[in-house]
């Protein structure tokens, strides 16, 4: 635990003007980032009487081991600054609301020549519109299908939309009339965009336009005597009321508005907010996190709008924003959304009328999810520190290892030998600072050797991150392991940014026995190594072994400790099972055509269709070969010759009928790479 006066800048140092901070840990990691109109002012605040502070500040202040900042010119500046080194830095101490789910969308994907309608999730793409979010992705099909009744949109995947094209024949949605079936030229592709634009303006709320042209169409047919055509029109228009009414009329005067509700207590806040567009609640969310410091709630509002709208631009930003308490000061973060939409935006606090009773709504909303959070968090944290303390006790650790690293080898009866790190903390994952391994010491299957050398390389890094910040010496190292790998080379510089295996664990969990543990243990006593402890989860019964002991440490099945080991050592088989089986898929898609260089995809995949396999372009002639179009003499001769070097393959055998198979392994597959054609009983293996 640091001493803030040990960092505290001196006297004078820091300037009384608008700019953006960054509170460092030891390892030079950013930890906090916030912004402030007077720099000398804000951080003030942070180093007076820790008895003074809230429990979080606290706990900041005693972590850090600098701080820094950044002068900027103006509060626009700095709140624009802050929010990108927010997203750069990730900072454990920030406020970041996490939302408890992955909110779907309805997309319209106006960037491809045929528009698709689908459920979206994730980081939203450039030229795709975006409805929503919604609470479950069934509210999105429900109001779908009852759309494409009256906007027949293509909403198959590319493969099928390719396969109907060849096939000249539309899938089932194109035979009953929910698909303009564009795949077989039914309508143009200007027609299609056409009527994904209809559907787009009806979602934006734009729907009497349609339901008036419907039922005039309506009036038109019946008056023509064509009941069956106006019975389908009078079908359509139900169609699209019956969507409406999944979303109620909330405002009046058909306002496009967010409202953002905060529900808090000391620690912890929830948000909620409702998307209103055209006067009804299209889309609803919340997050939840923790405070940090002690915040007001304009503060936790404008962090809500950071997260908001830090990715959007134009129309996703609302005319109108009602929120339960304006920031301070309120004219930075209005300006920072009216250059985000574009245009003015209303940043206020709603004071009567439909627009406060919603708020209201939205209010109670965030206080259920509040109560609801803590309720599970209550047990969660409950749980994970009773876990981490049994793991301590069992283990006869100093303190709670907050930080775990679990190591697994994994192979293929000795070939593609591969290795897993990840990584937990305070009992949760952190899959940004999984790792994975590829075995280079040696050929063939040694689970203790690969143990020893996947330690020995993931601590060397550590080591020399040490050393290149300054820890143990000034320098940058150069020393290479036994691999030939260079030390150092993926690490970044003294940005804050993370680091591959900068932070040291307190304790290092590898999948196996006793002589696992026992490589992996030799492996930190080469480096000098002391302080991180080790053990062993082993499958058979789940036993826990130490180093230098005969007998294991057995844990009680009902152990929060042995469920949270078990935890870790199954997702580090998890993450090497699924690093090795990439790695045996690219190496049975291989042909000797890779071996060629400058030959890329496009010209292999042109060789194989103009010969159809491997086979016959051994046997053809450099002239032959020249005969595909873009390959030229020299690369021709290249080709021959690598072919001619490399050993032809075992024929592949149909293991049904015993019968050898004409074509050798490198023979195209449906997308025209190479492909190994023997039988998957001929490639299956034991995975370990």
């Not at 006793?514 to 989860?537: E, F, N, S």
């Amino acid at each position: 635990m640091a001493d803030p006066s040990s960092y505290r800048p001196k006297p004078g140092e820091i300037p009384d003007s608008p700019g953006v901070y960054r509170f460092r840990d030891e390892h030079r990691r950013v930890i906090y980032v916030g912004k402030a109109k007077s720099l000398r002012q804000r951080l003030a605040n942070y180093f007076q009487d820790l008895a003074g502070l809230h429990p979080r500040t606290r706990s900041m202040v005693t972590t850090a081991a600098s701080v820094e900042w950044t002068v900027v010119s103006t509060e626009v500046e700095a709140l624009q600054l802050e929010y990108s080194w927010i997203k750069e830095y990730d900072p454990r101490f920030n406020v970041k609301y996490r939302d408890d789910k992955s909110y779907p969308y309805l997309a319209v994907t106006m960037n491809e020549e045929y528009p698709r309608v689908q459920v979206m999730r994730g980081h939203k793409k450039k030229g795709v519109r975006y409805f929503g979010p919604y609470a479950h992705a069934w509210a999105i099909r429900d109001t779908v299908d009852l759309l494409l009744r009256v906007f027949p949109v293509r909403t198959c995947s590319a493969g099928v939309f390719k396969n109907a094209a060849r096939t000249g024949r539309p899938c089932l949605l194109g035979y009953i009339g929910k698909c303009s079936a564009p795949c077989v030229n039914r309508v143009s592709a200007e027609e299609h965009r056409e009527l994904a634009d209809e559907f787009c303006d009806f979602m934006t709320g734009r729907t009497a336009t349609y339901i008036r042209r419907l039922e005039k169409q309506m009036g038109e047919a019946a008056e023509e005597l064509e009941y069956e055509r106006a019975a389908r029109l009078r079908d359509d228009i139900e169609a699209l009321k019956k969507a409406m009414e999944k979303n109620a009329v909330v405002l009046a005067d058909a306002t496009d508005a967010d409202l953002i509700a905060v529900a808090e207590d000391e620690l912890e806040a929830a948000v909620q907010i409702f998307h209103v567009r055209g006067g009804r609640v299209r889309g609803q969310r919340g997050w939840v996190t923790d405070k940090v410091e002690e915040i007001t709630t304009g503060a936790l509002v404008e962090h809500a709008l950071q997260q908001l709208y830090g990715e959007e631009t134009g129309d996703a930003v609302p005319k109108e924003v009602l929120v339960p308490a304006l920031p301070d000061p309120v004219e930075p973060v209005q300006e920072w959304l009216a250059a985000r939409r574009g245009s003015g935006v209303s940043l206020r606090v709603p004071q009567r009328g439909d627009k406060k009773a919603l708020m209201e709504t939205v209010q109670r909303n965030a206080q259920q999810a509040l109560v609801l959070h803590k309720t599970k968090r209550a047990s969660d944290l409950t749980t994970r520190s009773r876990a981490l303390e049994e793991i301590s006790d069992a283990l006869d650790l100093d303190s709670a290892p907050l930080r775990i690293e679990c190591y697994d080898i994994s192979h293929l009866q000795g070939d593609d030998v591969v290795a897993s790190m990840v990584v937990f903390e305070d009992g949760l994952a952190r899959k940004s600072e999984y790792r994975r391994f590829q075995i280079k010491g040696f050929a063939g299957q040694d689970d203790v050797r690969s143990m020893h050398e996947v330690i020995t390389r993931r601590f060397r890094r550590y080591l020399a991150e040490k050393e290149k910040t300054g820890e143990w010496a000034d320098g940058e190292t150069t020393e290479k392991d036994e691999t030939g790998e260079t030390i150092g080379t993926s690490l970044t510089e003294d940005d804050g940014r993370p680091r591959k295996f900068a932070y040291p664990p307190q304790l290092v969990v590898v999948d196996g026995g006793a002589p696992q543990v026992a490589a992996a243990q030799r492996a930190l006593d080469d480096l000098g190594i002391d302080d991180i402890a080790v053990c062993g989860l082993a499958k058979r019964l789940e036993e826990v072994w130490l180093p230098g002991d005969d007998d294991p440490v057995v844990l009680p099945r009902t152990s929060e400790g042995l469920y949270l080991l078990q935890r870790v050592r199954d997702e580090a088989h998890r993450f090497a099972i699924s690093y090795q089986r990439t790695k045996r898929s690219k190496r049975f898609r291989s042909s000797p055509l890779d071996d060629v260089p400058g030959l890329g995809d496009t010209r292999k995949q042109a060789l194989l269709k103009h010969f159809g396999s491997l086979k016959k372009l051994r046997s053809a002639t450099i002239d032959q070969i020249c005969e595909v179009p873009g390959i030229g003499r020299k690369t021709a001769e290249t080709i021959a010759v690598a072919l001619a070097q490399a050993a032809p393959a075992a024929p592949a055998v149909n293991t049904a009928t015993g019968e050898i198979m004409e074509e050798e392994p490198g023979t195209m597959g449906s997308g025209g790479e190479p492909v190994r054609t023997g039988a998957p009983d001929e490639r299956r293996g034991q995975e370990t």
